[in-house]
């Protein structure tokens, strides 16, 4: 039985971590879930939180705001919209995703003003534990 699988997280700038993870802790948009070696085949779209890695070395966090996932049995790959590690997340990159959201807030109706409610109070929970 595989005791780790692969993980990877990507942003548009870098490369942020890849280790062979034991679990990796995952905040997505229809539920947090954890990846664990031999997981079922899965995509997931993220909303904005923290992503928790473990491995030989730890555990890792990071702060996401969204994007997506790919899991499989062997693998698990995170393509997020930005991504910090927790302890480099400064005010001023919590404040301009939180800026960002509110203004795509500003004149929504309908469903997409839920979904940007939503992402406002997300990064607005990120903000208080940061």
Known sequence: ???????E???????????AATAVRIPGAEGDLTAMPLHAPTITTLRPG???????E??????VTGGFAEITAETCSVLAESA??????????LEGALEQARAAQDGAEGAAADVANKLVADLEAINATA
């Open 9 to 19: 997280l990507v942003s548009p700038e870098r490369l942020l971590a890849s280790v």
């Open 1 to 7: 039985m595989a005791d780790s699988l692969q993980f």
């Open 84 to 93: 910090v590690k927790r302890a480099d997340a400064t005010a001023e990159f």
């Open 50 to 56: 923290i992503l928790s890695v473990d491995s030989a």
């Open 58 to 63: 730890g555990t890792e966090e990071f702060v």
